[in-house]
């Protein structure tokens, strides 16, 4: 079992940055990719980003590729999101996951754990 808490949403206006973290509890952290998915009012949770177990492999969707940035710090127990250049669509909760593989997925349905998300909202 991993838990995950999500935390750094808040306010923001467009074209400021956000820096979100997901500390993770469990000894197995390491062991598994992450992602990181998003949903905004009256739409389906979408994909953001992900990085492998190893921290090599990194992916994104095309909305937010070159403005975010995934990373990991295994010693914290905490995947980070990195959000540069914020426009006001990407307004949602995000929302952190668990894959128990090494290489991470796009797909939702391949993740296990999730934590209860943090709202992120980017005025214009």
């Known amino acids: 079992q991993v838990q995950l808490v999500e935390s750094g949403g808040g306010l923001v206006q467009a074209g400021g940055s956000l820096r979100l973290s997901c500390l993770a509890s469990?000894?197995?952290?390491?062991?598994?990719?992450m992602g990181w998915f998003r949903q905004a009012p009256g739409k389906e949770r979408e994909f953001v980003a992900a990085i492998s177990r190893s921290g090599g492999m990194t992916y994104y969707s095309d909305s937010v590729k070159g403005r975010f940035t995934i990373s990991r710090d295994d010693a914290k127990n905490t995947v980070y999101l990195q959000m540069n250049s914020l426009k006001p669509e990407d307004t949602a909760v995000y929302y952190c996951?668990?894959?128990?593989?090494?290489?991470?997925?796009?797909?939702?349905?391949?993740?296990?754990?999730w934590g209860q998300g943090t709202q992120v909202t980017v005025s214009s």
């Open positions: 996951a668990v894959r128990r593989y090494a290489t991470a997925s796009y797909y939702l349905s391949e993740y296990t754990y």
């Open positions: 469990g000894r197995t952290f390491s062991n598994y990719a």
